[in-house]
């Protein structure tokens, strides 16, 4: 079936560094995209979203890039910090029937050194 | 105020009990989702309830597992004849309505492992 993927299974950087952290997704219909920050022990936290109708959007120290045409996704994280280090999912949603549910990537693991 | 939820923190449970895992979400938010999280995995969808609409049990892996939500409020998932692979982290999300993805606040979790 189709699903949502990540590139990277961890991302390790130094403080300071920005960070891009990547999804590709394979639905087609997909038209809104969440990602999600996870702690240990935690529940996912939103992070930005971003709908079909935009390439680009940005959020205190991260932005969502979408590229329709290659069907990706990345988040980019401005001046990473020890405390960003978390796994980090992208999700999708095709809306009509599928409306209110959420298609999760594996996740990637971000590992943020002092 | 209070967020999302859930009990009891971690379930250990033997092959084949049945086992009820609860989710008390955010007061007011008429949307709850469920969703399975197996270890170094995404999500993965199990149901979701809106108001006093039918749940949408699309998720759900076997109809060894069902959901309830009594009131509009608190929601209890029950799997029957645990097996093995029904080991995971067990998370339950609400929402003020169920357009609003955005604002899907996430519980905890419960951890269930089965020996």
């Known amino acids: 079936g189709e699903s949502v993927g990540l590139h990277l299974p961890t991302l390790s950087v130094q403080e300071g560094d920005n960070s891009i952290i990547n999804c590709a997704y394979s639905n087609s219909a997909s038209d809104y995209f969440i990602w999600y920050k996870q702690e240990s022990g935690k529940g996912p936290q939103f992070i930005i979203d971003?709908?079909?109708?935009?390439d680009k959007r940005q959020g205190q120290r991260v932005t969502v890039l979408l590229n329709k045409t290659v069907k990706h996704l990345s988040l980019q994280i401005a001046a990473t910090q020890p405390g960003d280090s978390a796994v980090y999912f992208c999700a999708e949603n095709a809306g009509g029937t599928s409306y209110g549910k959420l298609t999760f990537g594996q996740g990637t693991i971000l590992t943020v050194h002092p | 105020g209070a967020g999302v939820s859930q009990s009891p923190s971690n379930k250990v449970t033997e092959k084949g009990k049945d086992v009820e895992l609860r989710c008390d979400p955010i007061?007011?938010?008429?949307?709850l989702y469920w969703y399975r999280q197996s270890l170094g995995q995404g999500l993965e969808f199990l149901i979701y309830f809106q108001g006093n609409s039918a749940p949408d049990k699309s998720g759900l892996p076997s109809d060894r597992f069902s959901a309830e939500r009594t009131g509009g409020s608190v929601s209890t998932l029950t799997i029957q004849r645990t097996q093995q692979e029904d080991s995971a982290v067990y998370l339950c999300?609400?929402?003020?309505?169920?357009?609003?993805?955005?604002?899907?606040?996430f519980g905890p979790g419960t951890r269930l492992t089965v020996t």
């Open positions: 007061s007011g938010h008429t949307a």
């Open positions: 999300a609400s929402s003020p309505s169920h357009g609003s993805l955005s604002e899907q606040y």
């Open positions: 971003i709908r079909s109708n935009m």
